[in-house]
């Protein structure tokens, strides 16, 4: 799927993908959402994240995270409190370190009340991106808080292409733990 470069096509994108994960996680037998991952899954990719996440509720647990991030960065720079979209002391070399963050919060989260939380945040995006026009998102220089990039590519990452990272992670699961 290409990225998205439009409103409408980030709209169905996000909802198209998020679609996908919940029907993938959904299909998944009670036993296969609430095991651990495999050895086979740290394997599975040299990127920090095949060792970080352990099982479904911490894949969904780091989408949410990171609605949260894209929630609380658009909101506080329109309030006027300019702020970067990564926390202090975090920043795009260091995020992995943020990434582990999140996931030490998250231990004791259940899996139905990360279903929820993901469910709630991923509406909450959905409605923040609705508040913009095609051209605040996607045009260059609407907002001097996205720097070089567009507020849409932030919002893209933060839906569709991290829902696409899930649901590649997920499938491996999936094959992994028959």
């Not at 060792?51 to 006027?80: I, K, P």
């Not at 990564?86 to 990434?99: D, F």
Request: contains cysteine; neutral net charge; glycine residues 4%.
């Amino acid at each position: 799927m290409s990225r998205a470069t439009t409103k409408p096509d980030l709209v169905i994108a996000a909802n198209e993908q998020f679609d996908k994960l919940c029907n993938l996680t959904d299909s998944m037998s009670d036993e296969q959402q609430n095991a651990a991952f495999g050895n086979a899954m740290a394997a599975a990719g040299k990127e920090a994240h095949w060792g970080r996440d352990r099982n479904v509720r911490d894949v969904l647990v780091h989408l949410y995270e990171w609605h949260q991030l894209l929630l609380n960065w658009v909101n506080a720079n329109r309030r006027g409190a300019v702020q970067p979209f990564l926390p202090e002391p975090y920043n795009w070399k260091t995020y992995g370190a943020m990434n582990v963050e999140f996931w030490k919060k998250h231990q004791n989260t259940p899996l139905m009340e990360a279903k929820k939380m993901l469910n709630e945040s991923h509406e909450n995006v959905m409605i923040l991106i609705e508040t913009f026009t095609n051209d605040e998102l996607f045009a260059k220089n609407s907002f001097a808080w996205t720097g070089t990039s567009t507020l849409g590519a932030y919002c893209v990452s933060a839906t569709s292409s991290h829902y696409e990272w899930a649901i590649k992670k997920l499938k491996v699961h999936i094959k992994t733990s028959n």
